[in-house]
């Protein structure tokens, strides 16, 4: 399988995490996954496979062993589906003159610069007026072409531009959605497109979640093609590992899963975040719906495995003083194995050497990344579900530049890498 190929499809797809999760769940089917309700009791059979949709932008999926155990092994993988970007507000249209603006919101912790003179489109869900009070219809949106962009102020209006400023999010982030005329409506031209692309009437319009994402299509680049540059490679590159280790399972005695987070880039802490007791919830039931008792769960639970997976810091090419002075990895160099005395990276050495044993085994390229001492570096959902699962994890990636701009860069050959590692892990 062209792992580039599967990247960069599932990357157009994921224009919202809602987006991640629908393209996520059609592999899964055409993979003869089952899905699953979250909130009903289900019949689940040994060799089966399934998956649980949660709150729309969160994804469990898993696959029963054909000949369990007393106390089938748990194996977790486990990505997230959002990135940092910019996100609509309630009542959003904004005139300038005769320009219409919308007034955003910063997702995360975007390089907000590099948002700047690039085509950009919108999508995400809208809830309408349904049968009952309690349960809105849902529906979900892709306007699917450049309808935004977030221009620049001339060199000549802004002599200091190449010496650096300061982005104000509230300013200088409102992106240019049209030139009011006629046949706009200056109070409403956001929510009546919004409207005409939902196809509903406006006033049945209750709420929305409109993520901006940047319209840009992949590439490759360098000599021999050596990098893939794209946006959302944070975190659509483990996802797709995630999704290509499920599919490919075929373990006879054991219970693995993938997990596939929202929210991670705002600090896991929602209902269908890593922060959440969601996982553990859906875990036990699927150990209960098996007919294993609650012992029997906590056991598998304190002796599984997490893989979390997200991307890692490259070395700069221009500033190479940013890393530590021996613990780096270049893009090319195969999976980042990340770890951090803070457990900021959910990393001891005895998940380490499992990691590294299973790399060495199938003779996939790794490195070893940690920060530099005196520089803070990021952190993942690892150390947060680590905590709430209590199992052993580790954190690992693809090495990456430009992490969180609007357009990353990667090394081809690490996906490859990683997406080995993560179908190694749940054949070891």
């Not at 910063?106 to 489109?121: E, M, N």
């Not at 409102?174 to 409506?185: F, G, M, V």
């Not at 956001?190 to 409207?195: E, G, M, P, Q, R």
């Not at 075929?250 to 929202?262: K, N, R, V």
Request: hydrophobic letters at 40%.
């Amino acid at each position: 399988m062209n792992h580039m190929k599967q990247l960069e499809e599932l990357i157009a797809a994921s224009v919202s995490p809602y987006h991640c999760i629908q393209a996520a769940a059609k592999q899964l089917v055409a993979g003869e996954f089952k899905e699953l309700p979250l909130a009903e009791s289900w019949e689940l059979k040994q060799g089966g496979s399934y998956y649980i949709n949660a709150f729309d932008s969160t994804l469990i999926a898993f696959t029963v062993g054909s000949e369990l155990t007393a106390v089938p092994q748990l194996k977790l993988a486990a990505s997230h589906t959002d990135w940092p970007c910019l996100k609509v507000k309630p009542s959003p249209e904004v005139t300038a003159l005769e320009y219409g603006k919308l007034n955003v919101e910063v997702y995360g912790g975007p390089l907000l610069g590099t948002w700047f003179d690039r085509p950009l489109s919108m999508a995400g869900k809208v809830s309408v007026t349904g049968d009952t009070l309690m349960n809105p219809r849902t529906i979900f949106v892709d306007f699917s072409r450049p309808v935004l962009t977030i221009p620049n102020l001339a060199i000549h209006m802004n002599r200091n531009a190449n010496e650096g400023f300061a982005i104000n999010a509230q300013v200088d982030m409102l992106p240019l959605i049209a030139r009011i005329t006629d046949e706009l409506n200056k109070e409403s031209f956001f929510i009546d497109a919004l409207a005409k692309e939902a196809g509903v009437k406006k006033e049945d319009i209750l709420d929305y979640e409109i993520y901006i994402y940047n319209y840009e299509s992949g590439t490759t680049l360098g000599l021999q093609n050596e990098f893939y540059s794209a946006p959302r490679l944070d975190n659509i590159t483990s996802v797709s590992a995630c999704l290509s280790s499920i599919l490919s399972d075929t373990h006879q005695s054991g219970i693995h899963a993938i997990a596939l987070y929202d929210n991670e880039e705002i600090g896991s802490h929602t209902k269908q975040g890593a922060a959440s007791a969601l996982t553990e919830h859906i875990l036990e039931k699927i150990y209960a719906s098996l007919g294993y008792t609650r012992t029997d769960f906590l056991n598998a639970l304190l002796s599984g495995f997490l893989l979390s997976m997200d991307v890692a810091h490259a070395i700069h090419p221009n500033h190479g003083e940013k890393c530590d002075i021996k613990n780096q990895i270049m893009m090319g160099d195969g999976v980042a194995i990340k770890l951090a005395a803070s457990q900021a990276y959910a990393t001891d050495a005895t998940s380490t050497g499992v990691i590294e044993g299973i790399c060495r085994a199938f003779d996939i390229p790794y490195k070893k990344f940690s920060n530099r001492s005196d520089v803070k570096g990021g952190s993942t959902l690892g150390s947060i579900s680590s905590a709430l699962l209590t199992m052993r994890t580790v954190d690992v990636g693809v090495p990456m530049l430009a992490m969180h701009s609007a357009r990353e860069l990667m090394g081809v050959k690490d996906q490859e890498a990683l997406v080995r590692l993560a179908e190694a892990f749940f054949k070891a």
